[in-house]
Nanobody
Framework: QVQLVESGGGLVQPGGSLRLSCAASGTIFSIYAMGWYRQAPGKQRELVATISSGRSTNFADSVKGRFTIYRDNAKKMMYLQMNNLKAEDTAVYYC????????????WGKGTLVTVSS
């Protein structure tokens, strides 16, 4: 059973930085693309960034140039470095792991709350 645990959220002022971490277990990890999503109050969950098994990255337009995603396969960890944070980045951030097989369900962590406010 895949388990994902996010950490690193908190309260930060606009323009500040945070690094989120996602610890994975129950998975080979290195062969899977992984992603970060977020859900702001009253809004749909949205994709923030993805990283492939080969470390290719993709970002939502709203975070390009400010966020970086990277992974440590040996530790089964994924990270999201968030710089120049804005109030609109306030959300619960979730780690995502794809299904282990065809027809399976994706895995999600419980999320970590990021609040950007002065």
């Amino acid at each position: 059973q895949v388990q994902l645990v996010e950490s690193g959220g908190g309260l930060v002022q606009p323009g500040g930085s945070l690094r989120l971490s996602c610890a994975a277990s129950g998975t080979i990890f290195s062969i899977y693309a992984m992603g970060w999503y977020r859900q702001a109050p009253g809004k749909q969950r949205e994709l923030v960034a993805t990283i492939s098994s080969g470390r290719s990255t993709n970002f939502a337009d709203s975070v390009k140039g400010r966020f970086t995603i990277y992974r440590d396969n040996a530790k089964k960890m994924m990270y999201l470095q968030m710089n120049n944070l804005k109030a609109e980045d306030t959300a619960v951030y979730y780690c995502n792991h794809p299904p282990l097989g065809v027809g399976g369900m994706a895995y999600w962590g419980k999320g970590t709350l990021v609040t950007v406010s002065s």
